[in-house]
């Protein structure tokens, strides 16, 4: 079983759709959570960073941590074509390592 | 913007070369930077995390005499992948975190192709 575990996708939804995003992860002792977006031939940018359980919000995107479910998500409300890219969860213990997701791929279409 | 400047963007150069991937800081000093490999449509593989001053720590089944890693400043880390053959085409990635905050921040990637 791999520690973080993410659908690839591709995930395709209309425009101004609310998309939702999630990752699962076996290892309790993940504290820091993060989102990032990767588009085509660059590198991840990051979208959120979360410490520990709870929501937090920026904008149109909304990420969750539920540490009792081991799962956490990304909401994208009023989704848009330039939200297509990759999404990649990411998550750490209080050392160096991070550990990613598989990524999901989104498509927004016009 | 950038936080993390990594040169060149694309480099395609015959088998056997080595070729030389830089990796810079910009806002701050990185005591660690983390060196990534990514094959298409596929998630990110760390190969290596690079400590200033020091050796760096490569993942099992990373050759450490084909990925040389120089960490000789707390800005800069480079990846030298020596010797190049077709199989090493590939998109790397570098990173750094910065002390003051918790997640790493990453470059543009590199993309590299052995002909």
């Known amino acids: 079983q791999k520690e973080v575990e993410q659908d690839p996708g591709p995930l395709s939804v209309p425009e101004g759709a609310i998309v939702s995003l999630n990752c699962t992860y076996s290892n309790s002792a993940f504290q820091y959570f993060m989102w990032y977006r990767q588009y085509s031939r660059k590198g991840p940018e990051l979208l959120m960073y979360?410490?520990?359980?709870g929501n937090k919000e920026d904008g149109r995107f909304t990420a969750q941590v539920d540490k009792s479910s081991k799962y956490i998500s990304l909401f994208i409300r009023d989704s848009q074509p330039s939200d297509s890219a990759t999404y990649l969860c990411a998550m750490r213990t209080g050392g160096f390592k991070t550990i990613f997701g598989a990524g999901t791929r989104l498509f927004v279409k016009a | 913007g950038a936080v993390v400047s990594q040169h060149p963007s694309r480099v395609i150069c015959k088998s056997g070369t080595s070729v030389k991937i830089e990796c810079r800081s910009l806002d701050f000093q990185a005591t660690t930077m983390f060196w990534y490999r990514q094959f298409p449509k596929q998630s990110l593989m760390l190969m290596a995390t690079?400590?200033?001053?020091?050796?760096?720590?490569?993942e099992q089944g990373v050759e450490k005499d084909k990925f040389l890693i120089n960490h000789a400043s707390l800005t800069l880390s480079t990846l030298t992948v020596t010797s190049a053959h077709p199989e090493d085409s590939s998109f790397y990635i570098c990173?750094?975190?910065?002390?003051?905050?918790?997640?790493?921040?990453f470059g543009d990637g590199t993309r590299l192709s052995i002909l």
């Open positions: 979360t410490y520990s359980s």
């Open positions: 690079s400590n200033e001053g020091s050796k760096a720590t490569y």
């Open positions: 990173s750094a975190r910065d002390p003051g905050s918790q997640p790493q921040h």
